[in-house]
């Protein structure tokens, strides 16, 4: 008995040193947020099919933000039961995608899996109040797990969800410069200066890519195919779905349409886990428009417009961006922290390749 009581100890003991004392929720937080751009950031680099001159110089501009003060905010301290495995995920996943692998199919349920408790753990913790942590920190909209609540054995938050308040176009933009702030934090400034080089590297076929790119942690399966670099607007997903959508015969049609909705309320809460009840019955409303207008369209109708009912269907708003706006998406995506590594990694296949190994 003792023996087995001392080896659950040792146990214990092993599992703290692994990965040393838990980690403040603002900087697992922080690691969350840099695993979905840094992911996006490898998809996007290997969508462009860079020259070695390109990759040199622009691992030459990561670097420069990175020494700004943009470091990868990757620890080994421990984290939320969930986010750790979030985290063993994300890791394998980018191990594979520096490496210019294909995910496997058999992966990328393992992905959405994570991709999911990611989620459903920040929009549990969303408090939408600014008194809910200092300037500069994640607590302002993310409350962080109560040690002494359990909910079904696992940690409840200090404050229910809210919501942003008023979800207004302006609080928005708040998030998203909050975000902004959050991964590039003193380097910003740096980010910003240089964007208009980073932009002028790459060719305009490469720069049109770039401005059609969005986060995404699986890249398409025709890389090969410009515009699939990223999320172009007619995915090989969206598009399957609703060719699926169009050939469900008309009997089986109302149980169909409410297991689509449901798929793709779920893809929704994912993208947008602070969306309120109210935005989410819009979105479903409006998903389900867009299923029975590609059900009604003739061949040669949903051929002329399947690229405007995929962007549709997606939900991603489409806004005419300044120069100045696009030139910083480029730096935003090309050089986030630790993308030098990423060019390191673009570098090492180009002379393999040259040296036709």
């Given at each position: 008995m003792r023996r087995g009581i001392l080896a659950a100890v040792l146990g214990v003991a092993v599992s703290v040193s692994a990965f040393g004392a838990e980690m403040s929720w603002d900087d697992q937080l922080r690691e969350m947020g840099y695993w979905i751009v840094h992911l996006s950031t490898i998809n996007a680099v290997n969508g462009l099919n860079l020259s070695r001159e390109q990759a040199v110089k622009l691992q030459a501009l990561a670097k420069q933000v990175e020494s700004a003060g943009a470091k990868a905010p990757l620890q080994k301290g421990a984290m939320h039961p969930d986010f750790m495995e979030v985290r063993k995920t994300y890791a394998e996943l980018r191990s594979l995608l520096l490496r210019g692998e294909d995910v496997p199919a058999s992966f990328e349920p393992q992905v959405a899996k994570?991709?999911?408790?990611?989620?459903?753990?920040?929009?549990?913790?969303?408090?939408?109040?600014?008194?809910?942590?200092?300037?500069?920190?994640?607590?302002?909209?993310?409350?962080?797990?109560?040690?002494?609540?359990?909910?079904?054995?696992?940690?409840?938050?200090?404050?229910?969800?809210?919501?942003?308040?008023?979800?207004?176009?302006?609080?928005?933009?708040?998030?998203?410069?909050?975000?902004?702030?959050?991964?590039?934090?003193?380097?910003?400034?740096?980010?910003?200066?240089?964007?208009?080089?980073?932009?002028?590297?790459?060719?305009?076929?490469?720069?049109?890519?770039?401005?059609?790119?969005?986060?995404?942690?699986i890249p398409p399966k025709g890389l090969s195919d410009p515009v699939r670099a990223g999320q172009a607007a007619v995915s090989e997903g969206v598009l399957d779905l609703l060719k699926k959508v169009r050939a469900c015969p008309a009997s089986y049609w109302p149980t169909a349409k409410e297991g689509v909705l449901q798929l793709l309320a779920r893809g929704h809460q994912m993208k947008h886990p602070g969306a309120t009840e109210a935005e989410r019955k819009e979105r479903r409303d409006q998903v389900a428009a867009v299923l029975e207008k590609a059900r009604a369209a003739s061949d040669v109708e949903f051929e002329m417009n399947k690229e405007a009912l995929c962007t549709e269907l997606k939900g991603d708003p489409?806004?005419?961006?300044?120069?100045?706006?696009?030139?910083?998406?480029?730096?935003?995506?090309?050089?986030?922290?630790?993308?030098?590594?990423?060019?390191?990694?673009?570098?090492?296949?180009?002379?393999?390749?040259?040296?036709?190994?």
């Open positions: 994570a991709r999911k408790l990611e989620t459903d753990l920040l929009a549990a913790s969303l408090a939408g109040s600014p008194a809910a942590g200092p300037s500069g920190s994640c607590q302002r909209c993310h409350a962080a797990p109560s040690k002494a609540a359990k909910a079904g054995g696992r940690e409840s938050f200090r404050v229910p969800l809210m919501g942003m308040q008023a979800n207004s176009a302006a609080a928005k933009q708040s998030a998203d410069y909050a975000h902004v702030e959050g991964l590039y934090g003193k380097a910003l400034p740096t980010l910003k200066r240089v964007s208009s080089q980073t932009q002028a590297l790459l060719t305009d076929g490469q720069r049109e890519i770039v401005n059609k790119f969005a986060c995404c942690l489409v806004r005419k961006a300044s120069d100045e706006q696009l030139a910083f998406k480029t730096a935003y995506f090309l050089l986030s922290p630790g993308s030098a590594d990423i060019y390191a990694a673009v570098l090492r296949r180009l002379a393999t390749q040259k040296a036709g190994l």
